[in-house]
Structures are given as structure tokens and as C-alpha cells.
């Protein structure tokens, strides 16, 4: 209501003798107002008090006092509407209540930078914990420049059953194989006598939501791990459809061991310049930037530019796994949680608990 409307339409009386709950919406320029109205019509100076700004989200704050002090309080903390006000005993209750910051990431700014596609189950993870969640979009994954060599390795197959092994290391790469073979009017069953092994758990989970059985994921995962799982591999023939830029330690292990190798493209990552252009336009401070893959270090450093120091100076650092770490700290920077298990799951985890030794 208009604090210089003449004849207000609120009953002060009722109001200021209720020993109910009373709330008030939208009403933080008005509290000087409102205050004044209660006290002159008999509410007790002591009454609990609490302003409410963005209830429930992972932006809440809010600011605690009484009928006495509130005014004060919003003047020194500079207190910002919108909010609603909160003024009765069930306002004390607030330290019993609030389960909304007592989640283990609340109120922290977390960046995400994996692609558009990927981001959302890490970032419905985050927020669930409490985060709040910077969408930084920094590579974009897409079709190789020519499906060439990844098209004659399918027809290899159709024609002689010719591979014993299918070795994913991504998930990506599992999903643009998966959609290549379909494009060209075939299904995963040209595979029937191959044996498929994929690299992490993620990847697994993608070839089984297809209908394939996978016969083996290394317990380390990444390439080393594979390494060590595969039996022996002499003589053997391999495709690894993957990334155009890739580690090259498996196909070379591979090939020392004895197996004939073919490796195809069955995807790439570039820039998104999305990233670059949010980057810009950031003006929050930064708890948290999270990395998935090698390709989300070195586009993510890359768009930052000289902003780099100032965007990263509160920033902890949390990736996926030891190579994502080795290639942040080439790039710079200091990694101060790295995810064990290497998945989605393991890097939350490694993020709670440096936030909880931070508040600790």
C-alpha cells in the first residue's frame, strides 16, 4: 500500500494486537511504515521479525531481527527487495527451519562449462545441492569433417565381421557412432561377434541405454586403466571411433601390444562462442569452476582472455580427472579437487568437500 495514501485500506488495530503470524508482500519500502503502525497500535517492541528475498532458491537471503531493530538492519545491511516480511513467533523459529541453506552448496556460484547438450545433468545435480549455477558453455560438440574413414571401418565390418574389439572412451563418442550407423541404415547387430569395451562408467551407461552389452569397463577409468584390463590383444583388430583430438596412449599401447588399430573420427569439440560472450557479461563473483574434459580447460582459458585473473581470483578449481587436472595446471591453474570416482557423481562430491573445509 502507498505509505502517503491518506485513508489506508489495512486494519492497524487488528494487526497490532493479532498474536498470530503476519506477512507482509512486497512491503520492504514500506517497513519503515509498517513498523510505525504495529508499535502505535500496541505490538510488542520484541516481536521476531524476518525479511525473506528470493524465498526457497539457492539465491534466499534473509535477515533476521525484531520490531525494534528490523528498520535499522535493512538500513545498515542495505537489504534489497523484493522480499516479503515475516513478523511473529514462527519467525524465531528460522535456525530450526531452514533447510534451504542448509544444503552443502548453497549460495555458491558454480560455473559449468561443458557444452549445452551435457551440461544439464551436472547442473540440476549442482542446484539441487544449493549452487547457484553459471552456464559457461565453452566447447560445442559436433559431427567430424568427414565421416570418411569412421564410414569405410563400418563397411569393413558389414562385409567381413572383421573387428574383435569396439573400444569407446566417451560417451560422445558411443552417441555419434551410435547415430553414423543409423544414418546409414544399419543397425549395432554388424557388431554382433565383436566384444565392446568402454571406458568409464558414463560411457557404459550411454552403450547399455542403446541395448549393448558391454564386456568390459577398466576400474581406473581412463585409457591407462583400459590398458592394464584388456587381455591379450595380439593379433587382434581394434577401431576406437573417438574425438578428432584425442590422447594418443591407447591406440600406441594398443598397437605395442600387438593389436592392429583403427582409429576413426566419430566426432569433434570447437569453441562455443556463447561461452566467450557470457564470459563478458559476468559480473558475479565465482566460488566453484567445474571441468569435465581436457577441451573444457583450454577453451575455457582461451575465452577468458585478460579477464582471466579477475574472474579466477576467488575460484576454486574441481575436475573430472587426472588428465583434466594435468592439463589445467599446464594452463596454470591450481586444481584443488579432483573427482574420485571420475564421474559426474565423484566430481559433486570432491566439490562438497572443499566447500566444507573452506567453511570449516
Do not use: C
Not at 549455477?133 to 565453452?138: C, N, R, S, Y
Not at 579477464?307 to 576454486?316: G, H, N, P, S, V
Request: no cysteine; charged share 30%; hydrophobic share 40%.
Amino acid at each position: 500500500e502507498d505509505p502517503d495514501k491518506k485513508d489506508s485500506g489495512v486494519d492497524w488495530k487488528l494487526l497490532g494486537k493479532t498474536t498470530g503470524t503476519v506477512v507482509f508482500l512486497m512491503g520492504i519500502k514500506n517497513l519503515p511504515k509498517i513498523v510505525e503502525n504495529l508499535v502505535k497500535n500496541g505490538k510488542d517492541l520484541k516481536t521476531p521479525v524476518a525479511l525473506i528475498r528470493w524465498g526457497t532458491t539457492n539465491r534466499q537471503q534473509t535477515l533476521e531481527g525484531r520490531i525494534d531493530d528490523i528498520v535499522e538492519k535493512v538500513r545498515s545491511s542495505k537489504f534489497q527487495p523484493p522480499a516479503i516480511i515475516v513478523i511473529g513467533k514462527v519467525a524465531a523459529l528460522r535456525e530450526k527451519l531452514k533447510w534451504v541453506e542448509k544444503r552443502p552448496l548453497f549460495g555458491k556460484n558454480v560455473v559449468v562449462t561443458r557444452s549445452r547438450g551435457q551440461a544439464s545433468e551436472l547442473t540440476q545435480a549442482l542446484q539441487e545441492l544449493g549452487a547457484n549455477i553459471i552456464e559457461l558453455p565453452v566447447i560445442k560438440v559436433v559431427e567430424p569433417d568427414s565421416y570418411k574413414k569412421l564410414d569405410e571401418s563400418i563397411d569393413r565390418q558389414v562385409s567381413d565381421e572383421y573387428y574383435d574389439w569396439l573400444v569407446f572412451t566417451s560417451a560422445n563418442g558411443v552417441t555419434y557412432f551410435a547415430n553414423r550407423i543409423k544414418q546409414k541404415e544399419l543397425d549395432i547387430r554388424v557388431f554382433k561377434g565383436t566384444k565392446i569395451a568402454a571406458v568409464g562408467s558414463s560411457t557404459a551407461a550411454v552403450l547399455e541405454k542403446l541395448g549393448v552389452r558391454v564386456d568390459l569397463v577398466p576400474k581406473e577409468y581412463k585409457a591407462e586403466g583400459l590398458i592394464e584390463a584388456m587381455p591379450d590383444t595380439k593379433g587382434l583388430k581394434v577401431l576406437m571411433p573417438r574425438a578428432k583430438v584425442a590422447r594418443e596412449i591407447l591406440p600406441e599401447e594398443l598397437i605395442k601390444a600387438g593389436a592392429q588399430v583403427d582409429v576413426v573420427d566419430a566426432y569433434q569439440t570447437i569453441a562455443d562462442p556463447e561461452g566467450k560472450k557470457r564470459i563478458n557479461e559476468l559480473e558475479d563473483k565465482i566460488d566453484f569452476v567445474t571441468f569435465t574434459s581436457s577441451s573444457t580447460v583450454k577453451n575455457f582459458i582461451s575465452a577468458l582472455g585478460e579477464k582471466r585473473d579477475d574472474i579466477l581470483k576467488t575460484a576454486k578449481i574441481a575436475v573430472i580427472g587426472p588428465i583434466t587436472a594435468k592439463t589445467a595446471e599446464k594452463e596454470g591453474l591450481k586444481v584443488d579437487a579432483i573427482a574420485d570416482p571420475h564421474t559426474i557423481d565423484g566430481l559433486m562430491k570432491a566439490v562438497i568437500e572443499v566447500s566444507e573445509k573452506i567453511q570449516n
